[in-house]
C-alpha cells in the first residue's frame, strides 16, 4: 500500500501567498524527500530531511517533520507562478531499498 | 551540465508492437530506477540497477524487462505493449543505493499506445 499520502490533492493560491502541502505517511521512516514536477517533466528534488530532524530550510522552502504524528509538510513562501507545479513526498519506510512517492499535491499561483 | 537524458520525449507504438525506451546519465552514478507514471498519480517503481545488478519490483509484469549495458545507459523493453501500458516512463539515479541521498530524474517518455 500506499506509505506516503499528500493533502490537499490540488491547490490554488494567489502569487505572494504561501502555500503549505502534507503528508503523512504509516510505517517509521529514516528519511523522507520531497520532489517537484511540474507538468510535461521529470522530478525534480527539492529537499531531504532525516528522522531525528525536526526542521530543515532551503530557500522559500521550508519542510518539517513530526515522526511522533507521522507526517511532513512543506511550506513554499512568497509563491511566485513558477511555483506551478506538482510536489510528492516520498518515504523510503522502513528502511526499504526503494523509494515511495505520494500521490501529490497540484498547486497553482494565479498571477 | 551532468544530467539524464531520456530518448525518445515522445513514443507511439502499435498495440503489441515491443519498444525500447532509453536513458542515458552523465553522473556516473552506481543506481538507475525506471518508474511508470500514470495521469495525475504517483511514480511506480518498475525495477533498478544497482550496478549491474538487477532488482525487479514482485509486481511489475513480465511485459517490462530492462538491460543496462554499460554505467551510463539503461533500457526499457516492453515486450508487448497494451492499451494499460500508456503511460511517462521516468529515468533516475542516485549515487548509491541507500535512500538517504537525492535521486535525479530525466525528463520521461510519453509512450502512447495505438
Known amino acids: 500500500s500506499q506509505q506516503g499520502e499528500e493533502d490537499p490533492q490540488a491547490l490554488s493560491i494567489q502569487e505572494g501567498e504561501n502555500a503549505t502541502m502534507n503528508c503523512s505517511y504509516k510505517?517509521?521512516?529514516?528519511?523522507l524527500q520531497w520532489y517537484r514536477q511540474n507538468s510535461g517533466r521529470g522530478l525534480v528534488h527539492l529537499i531531504l530531511?532525516?528522522?531525528?530532524?525536526r526542521e530543515k530550510h532551503s530557500g522559500r522552502l521550508r519542510v518539517t517533520l513530526d515522526t511522533s504524528k507521522k507526517s511532513s509538510s512543506l511550506l513554499i513562501t512568497a509563491s511566485r507562478a513558477a511555483d506551478t507545479a506538482s510536489y510528492f513526498c516520498?518515504?523510503?519506510?522502513?528502511?526499504?531499498?526503494?523509494?515511495?512517492f505520494g500521490q501529490g499535491t497540484r498547486l497553482t499561483i494565479n498571477p | 551540465d551532468a544530467m539524464v537524458i531520456q530518448n525518445p520525449r515522445y513514443q507511439v507504438t502499435q498495440f503489441g508492437k515491443p519498444v525500447t525506451l532509453s536513458c542515458s546519465q552523465t553522473?556516473?552514478?552506481?543506481?538507475m530506477y525506471w518508474y511508470q507514471q500514470k495521469s495525475s498519480q504517483a511514480p511506480k517503481l518498475l525495477f533498478h540497477?544497482?550496478?549491474?545488478?538487477?532488482?525487479n519490483e514482485a509486481d511489475t509484469p513480465d511485459n517490462f524487462q530492462s538491460r543496462r549495458p554499460n554505467t551510463s545507459f539503461c533500457f526499457l523493453d516492453i515486450r508487448s505493449p497494451g492499451l494499460g501500458d500508456a503511460a511517462m516512463y521516468l529515468c533516475?539515479?542516485?549515487?548509491?543505493?541507500?535512500?538517504?541521498?537525492?535521486?535525479?530524474f530525466g525528463d520521461g517518455t510519453r509512450l502512447s499506445i495505438l
Open positions: 553522473l556516473n552514478h552506481n543506481v
Open positions: 540497477y544497482y550496478d549491474k545488478d538487477f532488482n
Open positions: 530531511i532525516r528522522s531525528n530532524e
Open positions: 533516475a539515479t542516485s549515487l548509491d543505493r541507500g535512500m538517504n541521498q537525492p535521486q535525479h
Open positions: 516520498a518515504t523510503d519506510g522502513q528502511g526499504a531499498q526503494k523509494l515511495v
Open positions: 510505517t517509521s521512516i529514516n528519511n
